[in-house]
């Protein structure tokens, strides 16, 4: 394995580093007050005008779509690089980049599966950040860790999908520039339990689309909101599908490969940021007569800190190496390692700055609070720990099970 960047990626790496030093720490504190300004005027998902100002200073620096690896030429490997450097911020790196999840995964979905009517209408505005998008999968009713037993019903009728059920935690759909949302449902509740879904794009101002509500996470309410959608005979015509009827979940499958490279990598730009917090406030702090770096706990916390960031950082360049020399089907033990490992240790990390920090770390006057309740979400979003350590043992015990 070769981790090793392409000059092409070095050159990317040096100037995002520099767009995250001269534009996006400095536009956090700015940020917080006009997204509290927005909250005060009954506005809470509305994105902060600082979002869009780093936007532009992104396209002009070449900072733009770089996890496409057709519009950037980066492999995954590389790619993986970059995304933790965007997780060291992670509400304002990855949006002012267009490397925000859930558009990402959206967007690859579109480009390996839409028709190229689909790509004019929707890919094209999210290339060029124009609009955001959001993913319906999971259900309130249902374990939706596991797809089959998803039950929202997508029924032909014409030229028209018949759309009725009712998703949550939909990411971004909150947004007022969200406009379009890809849904996973049923196209064929009687069929193979893998081939019943089928996936196709709802436009959020479609007649029957009714945002119920934007879901707190531990008590803070997100910018883009994680909403709780109902669909009452939502029509759409039959060109909005994606793919063929049935192929939801292999798509699904396709777009969670690169995704959860892209998951991890933040996690560990998150971790490695707090790390970084924890060990300067042990510098700056005198408790009992000495500083906290002289105190031996406090030692104990920045190293093991340290290694387990080393662990989670290796394997998710590993597993970007083999999705991009043998596929993500050959990846699959490692793609469900990583998800539960990175966010893991993120969560690990960070909860070690926080109790350095006492509390000024589950305040708002620092990231770590936020930056926890994000590593902690990100053990249930795209799948629970779970539902990965069983595929992993699955594929442990299969040659002793003859299989």
């Not at 392409?6 to 007050?33: G, I, N, W």
């Not at 939909?170 to 064929?188: V, W």
């Not at 709780?228 to 759409?236: F, K, P, T």
């Not at 702090?285 to 190293?303: E, S, T, Y």
Request: glycine share 8%.
């Amino acid at each position: 394995m070769d981790f090793a960047l392409s000059e092409r990626a070095a050159s990317y790496l040096a100037r995002l580093e520099d767009f995250m030093t001269k534009h996006v720490y400095p536009a956090e504190p700015v940020y917080a007050s006009q997204h509290a300004e927005l909250v005060a005027a009954g506005r809470p998902h509305e994105v902060p005008p600082i979002v869009e100002e780093l936007k532009v200073l992104a396209r002009e620096a070449g900072l733009w779509n770089l996890f496409l690896p057709d519009v950037s030429g980066l492999t995954n490997t590389e790619y993986a690089t970059l995304a933790e450097v965007m997780g060291r911020s992670p509400l304002l790196a990855p949006e002012a980049t267009n490397c925000a999840a859930p558009d990402t995964g959206n967007m690859e979905v579109l480009h390996l599966f839409g028709t190229p009517e689909q790509q004019d209408k929707w890919l094209k505005p999210l290339l060029n950040g124009e609009i955001r998008s959001c993913f319906g999968m999971t259900e309130p009713d249902v374990a939706s860790s596991d797809a089959t037993n998803i039950a929202t019903s997508i029924v032909r009728d014409g030229d028209h999908y018949v759309i009725n059920g009712r998703k949550w935690w939909t990411t971004g759909a909150a947004d007022p520039r969200c406009k379009i949302m890809i849904l996973m449902g049923k196209t064929d509740p009687d069929g193979h339990p893998y081939l019943q879904q089928s996936m196709v794009l709802v436009p959020l101002d479609a007649p029957g689309v009714t945002i119920v509500r934007s879901l707190p996470v531990f008590g803070r309410h997100d910018q883009q909101g994680h909403c709780e959608i109902l669909l009452e005979d939502v029509r759409v015509p039959v060109e909005n599908l994606i793919g063929e009827e049935g192929g939801g979940f292999a798509i699904a499958q396709a777009r969670l490969g690169p995704g959860r490279i892209h998951h991890s990598m933040r996690a560990i730009g998150m971790a490695e940021r707090a790390l970084e917090l924890m060990c300067q406030r042990a510098v700056d702090r005198v408790a009992f007569g000495k500083p906290l770096a002289q105190q031996g706990v406090v030692q104990q916390q920045i190293a093991e800190s340290r290694i387990a960031i080393e662990q989670a950082r290796l394997l998710t360049l590993k597993t970007a190496w083999l999705i991009d020399t043998v596929g993500a089907k050959g990846a699959r033990t490692e793609v469900a390692a990583i998800k539960v490992v990175a966010p893991r240790v993120a969560g690990e990390v960070i909860d070690r700055a926080i109790q350095v920090h006492g509390g000024g770390g589950v305040s708002d006057d620092f990231p770590l609070a936020a930056m926890w309740a994000g590593a902690r979400s990100l053990r249930l979003a795209d799948g629970p720990d779970e539902v990965h350590l069983r595929s992993v043992a699955r594929t442990e015990l299969a040659p002793y099970l003859g299989k």
